[in-house]
């Protein structure tokens, strides 16, 4: 749980960042005048599938993501899966890159350094928060942010515990900072336990998981009535599923996935056998919608089902997701879940 002097610290905080964050805007005035020109900022959110590194990690069930192990995981092949998913995110924003972008099944904070330093990205100022979690695959969720317009102010894991015995599962991650200098903005990125071993056995786990973010979310307003909060995340269960009806029953947060669009004709965000689902989902706090402010979400969220990101599914018709590999077979793609967008908008009144 954020305690109250997490909160109270980053009062003094932003008062500390205002040189800093003037150096930034001096140095990277172009990239934030163009931003500043249309009022557009994207959020981005992205389940990338296993981005694993090389090295075995003995601390990680890793193994079939190394050269010897089952999916005889290369550098060649690590290094075109850093390739696609900056594609991704470039073609995402286009000239208008998103300015925070939430991330889950990352190994470790190499893997981000690769992806921010080693492709496309590495000039559009991306900075990466990550901790290393308990789940015993060793896979993480992570942020990425534009150090020329959002400044971190606070970052903490948040640890799901579900008692002994069980197995253990990603943090929850969540970031306070400042857009533009002058707007706070609470960012919450999850990835609730999976459907393996069953929907009905793993349910309760996914309940836990959105019992502890509403209980985070609810402190917060509760020493904030007008904080803006953007949860986002992989949480393996529709808005429909009960976890996701838990986090908005409170009437905290609305749920941005039941009027999504497409850019073609996906009905999801991932696909098993012929049915499609939408896991991937953006939660805001009320006062984000209201368009009679000065910041607020353009909605309809967006699911991004580029053409590149599909093949042909040929066992069960139409479509899906252009995976990296379809079981233990290579398949050179991207993920086996499509991206999720926002923009949101800065109006001077």
Excluded at 141 to 149: D, E, F, P, Q, S
Excluded at 272 to 289: E, H, R
């Amino acid at each position: 749980m954020i305690q109250p002097p997490t909160l109270e610290r980053t009062k003094e905080l932003r008062k500390s960042k205002l040189h800093f964050c003037f150096l930034i805007l001096v140095l990277n005035f172009p990239l934030t005048l163009l931003a500043q020109n249309n009022g557009e900022l994207g959020v981005m959110f992205y389940n990338v599938e296993n981005l694993f590194d090389t090295k075995n990690d003995s601390l990680k069930s890793d193994d079939e993501f190394t050269p010897f192990g089952d999916k005889f995981w290369t550098y060649t092949k690590y290094s075109d899966k850093l390739k696609n998913i900056s594609r991704v995110i470039l073609e995402a924003g286009g000239w208008n890159p998103p300015f925070v972008i939430g991330l889950c099944e990352v190994e470790n904070k190499k893997v981000l350094n690769d992806l921010v330093w080693k492709t496309g990205l590495n000039h559009l100022n991306y900075h990466i928060i990550h901790h290393e979690s308990p789940d015993e695959r060793g896979i993480d969720v992570a942020l990425l942010y534009r150090n020329n317009l959002f400044t971190p102010l606070e970052s903490i894991p948040i640890k799901v515990d579900f008692g002994k015995g069980l197995r253990s599962t990603r943090d929850l991650l969540y970031v306070f900072g400042l857009l533009k200098d002058s707007i706070p903005l609470h960012v919450f990125v999850a990835h609730f336990p999976s459907r393996y071993g069953g929907v009905q056995n793993t349910k309760p786990l996914r309940y836990k998981a959105a019992q502890l973010l509403t209980d985070t979310i609810s402190y917060i307003l509760h020493h904030d009535a007008n904080a803006q909060i953007i949860a986002m995340g992989d949480f393996n269960d529709d808005a429909e599923d009960e976890s996701m009806q838990y986090l908005i029953k409170n009437g905290h947060l609305v749920n941005l996935s039941p009027t999504a669009e497409t850019i073609g004709n996906a009905k999801g965000t991932l696909k098993y056998q012929y049915a499609w689902n939408t896991f991937d989902q953006f939660l805001l706090s009320k006062n984000l919608i209201d368009t009679t402010r000065t910041f607020f979400a353009e909605t309809p969220m967006k699911i991004l089902d580029f053409p590149f990101l599909l093949e042909a599914d040929l066992n069960f018709t139409g479509t899906k997701p252009f995976r990296t590999y379809v079981g233990y077979k290579y398949n050179g793609g991207y993920s086996d879940h499509l991206p999720i967008w926002l923009n949101f908008r800065i109006i001077k009144r």
